[in-house]
């Protein structure tokens, strides 16, 4: 998911009005979705319908809005008074709307309904409790420390199928150093690996026990340049300056890049590509396509990290029909709804026993889905910041861009930048 967030960018900054406008129709609901798979598309429609009938007069309106467009969409619907009453929110575009006091204390509903929040993975229920109250029921989780890899690669190499206990530096860079592959005339064809979104040092920073800032939920500083963070970057870096196992951003630009880095997995060109679970159905379609997931490698000292996503149903703090959706919420998120959408095996639901059952773990998918059901614990989110996309793709990512175009050095720019990022944004914070 988050490689649509640089895509939403500053639009974020939008003012936003708390009103949600009345309607005539008082047995009338909005739900506004960023769905896009016509599959889970469709299931939540039977859900929206199912409901309607065991409810009669209730009409539910489903609005669905591709996530590049989604958050603007809402704002502008907010700032004109026509919001809808229930939110479907990802982890971090949450935060926006939180910070701007738009999303309904859930409390009163949770403890009224005596609703159990402990079968979901305790990661997701706290991105969604700021300052201990929940204001979005999770509907799932979605850990980027998913490592694809093409198993026809790896044999063709003669190098054994990674496992959970590999490392970075070692062994994971001598493997990577076997996959790589030249023509007749020396040029590299196929790299060992990338990371789905744009290059990033993500999952290296948190697996060596580094973090962007000093702390999630209340950060006053950005850290990404601490001792932990440097070497992460380096290593980064290195991989594709001086080790040559990481495409640079000009070499998957002449792979067309702006197709997709899965597409370069499927077509033979990387070998391994890091992100989360939702590759499976495009992976799946091509039957020439032999592959497999790993958690990604540990880091120096055994540290396991990475980012990650997730979603949820939230309510609009103004709507005038707060029970009324809130009912909704609670059947849209209950362990049926939940069920068939981790039949797909396009998503790990929250409810941990649901990710835990054979509906999930045998649904289409990798043959060793199940590295996921730890990897929750692991998980990091975005910083808790309203201006979070400003900063790192506003400012880090384009001081980033030379480094990894070879043009400029990562012990010089890193600093550098994050001292720009703190002067900029953090001054005089607490």
């Not at 060992?192 to 000093?214: C, H, K, Q, R």
């Not at 309510?315 to 998120?333: D, P, R």
């Amino acid at each position: 998911m988050r490689k649509f967030l640089a895509l939403v960018g500053l639009l974020l900054v939008v003012a936003l009005p708390m009103g949600c406008m009345k309607k005539n129709n008082q047995m009338e609901i909005r739900v506004a979705d960023f769905l896009t798979d016509p599959v889970l598309i469709q299931i939540l429609n039977d859900t929206l319908r199912k409901i309607e009938k065991d409810n009669p007069g209730l009409t539910i309106k489903l609005e669905t809005t591709p996530y590049n467009e989604y958050q603007q969409k809402v704002t502008t619907q907010m700032s004109a008074n026509n919001a809808p009453d229930i939110l479907f929110v990802e982890v971090n575009n949450f935060v926006d709307l939180f910070l701007r006091g738009v999303l309904e204390d859930l409390d009163p509903y949770v403890t009224k309904d005596q609703m159990d929040l402990k079968p979901y993975y305790p990661s997701v229920v706290h991105r969604f409790s700021p300052n201990g109250h929940l204001f979005a029921v999770p509907q799932d989780t979605a850990p980027m420390g998913v490592m694809y890899y093409n198993k026809k690669i790896f044999d063709e190499a003669g190098v054994p199928y990674p496992t959970g206990k590999w490392s970075w530096p070692e062994p994971f860079l001598s493997i990577c150093q076997k996959l790589i592959k030249k023509d007749a005339a020396g040029k590299q064809t196929r790299w060992a690996y990338t990371e789905a979104n744009p290059i990033n040092i993500e999952n290296f920073l948190f697996s060596n026990g580094g973090n962007w800032v000093d702390d999630i939920d209340h950060p006053t500083r950005f850290t990404a340049d601490s001792p932990q963070g440097l070497e992460a970057a380096q290593f980064r870096y290195d991989m594709i300056h001086k080790y040559h196992v990481a495409p640079s951003i000009s070499e998957m630009q002449a792979f067309n890049y702006g197709m997709g880095v899965e597409n370069m997995f499927i077509n033979g060109q990387i070998a391994m590509m890091s992100s989360g679970i939702w590759y499976t159905p495009k992976f799946l379609k091509e039957k020439n396509l032999d592959w497999d997931i790993v958690e990604f490698p540990r880091g120096p000292k055994g540290g396991q990290g990475w980012g990650s996503g997730g979603s949820g149903y939230a309510l609009c703090k103004s709507s005038t029909k707060k029970e009324l959706a809130w009912k909704v919420i609670k059947a849209i998120t209950s362990e049926t709804s939940i069920t068939s959408l981790a039949a797909t095996g396009m998503i790990q639901p929250a409810i941990k026993k649901l990710a835990e059952s054979d509906v999930f773990l045998k649904s289409p998918g990798p043959a060793h889905k199940s590295i996921l059901l730890e990897m929750p614990e692991n998980a990091h989110y975005q910083p808790f910041l309203s201006n979070w996309e400003e900063i790192y793709y506003g400012t880090l990512t384009p001081a980033l861009d030379p480094v990894w175009l070879g043009t400029q050095k990562m012990e010089v720019v890193l600093p550098k930048v994050c001292k720009t990022i703190n002067d900029k944004f953090f001054s005089g914070k607490k």
